[in-house]
């Protein structure tokens, strides 16, 4: 299994193709996943194309399924809920005013609008360069596009996770009943073994010498090797 991971635009090797943050879009992330994929189909060593994606990059992966030919679709730790629904989520532990003013920031943002008037001390989150890469996503809902692919699906979580939950990979397995859905014991959001108690299960995130799951990847080369005979 051969296999091809680059850099997200804007990060380390890709960092010379990052535009200013103003003009940056999440649409471009769906679209250098596309531009891969099709070289990769251009290709004549490799036979099937699947594409993978974790986190967020299942989210861009599942909408670059959509738009070029590829053989498969797996989704690891991919969120369920949209980036809004999200967001909304983990702002309930904010103060009700915090809240309220986030909610009325992003509403705007859904709706297509930016938001003039924010306070310094939202810019973390909504400052004005930012505003148009939120907006792009916000069109997104990871249960909407997972139902438009009628490609071999595996939907891998692990539950140990602090970051994306079983309900999400729940979620996205009743959007499309066709996919295949794996739960791996014991496996955190970096795809390390690691245990549910909070402290120790970060500790995993900074060590590289960690080996992925071995469960993990029993799953995913099965599901390739079934691809393969397809």
């Given at each position: 299994l051969a296999s091809v991971r680059y850099d997200k635009r804007g990060i380390e090797e890709s960092s010379k193709a990052m535009k200013s943050e103003e003009?940056?879009?999440?649409?471009?992330?769906?679209?250098?996943?596309?531009n891969w994929l099709q070289m990769l189909r251009n290709d004549k060593r490799f036979s099937k194309v699947a594409i993978l994606g974790h986190s967020e990059g299942s989210l861009i992966g599942m909408a670059a399924a959509e738009k070029t030919k590829v053989d498969a679709f797996i989704s690891v730790a991919g969120p369920g809920y949209s980036i809004y629904?999200?967001?909304?989520?983990?702002?309930?532990?904010?103060?009700?005013d915090?809240?309220?003013?986030?909610i009325r920031i992003m509403d705007q943002?859904?709706?297509?609008?930016?938001?003039s008037d924010v306070s310094k001390d939202y810019y973390s989150l909504f400052?004005?360069?930012?505003?148009p890469y939120l907006i792009s996503e916000f069109k997104y809902d990871p249960t909407v596009e997972i139902k438009?692919?009628?490609?071999?699906?595996?939907?891998?979580?692990?539950?140990?996770d602090l970051q994306v939950t079983l309900n999400d990979a729940y979620m996205l397995k009743a959007s499309n009943p066709n996919a295949v859905l794996k739960i791996v014991d014991g496996m955190n959001h970096v795809l390390k073994d690691a245990p549910i108690d909070q402290a120790k299960n970060l500790e995993t995130y900074g060590n590289p010498k960690l080996p992925l799951s071995s469960?993990?990847?029993e799953s995913l080369i099965n599901f390739m090797n079934d691809l393969s005979k397809l």
């Open positions: 003009d940056l879009v999440f649409d471009d992330y769906i679209n250098d996943a596309v629904d999200t967001l909304k989520r983990q702002l309930t532990s904010q103060p009700k915090v809240y309220n003013e986030c943002l859904k709706k297509g609008n930016r938001v400052r004005p360069s930012v505003q438009k692919l009628s490609i071999p699906i595996l939907i891998i979580q692990g539950n140990t469960l993990f990847k």
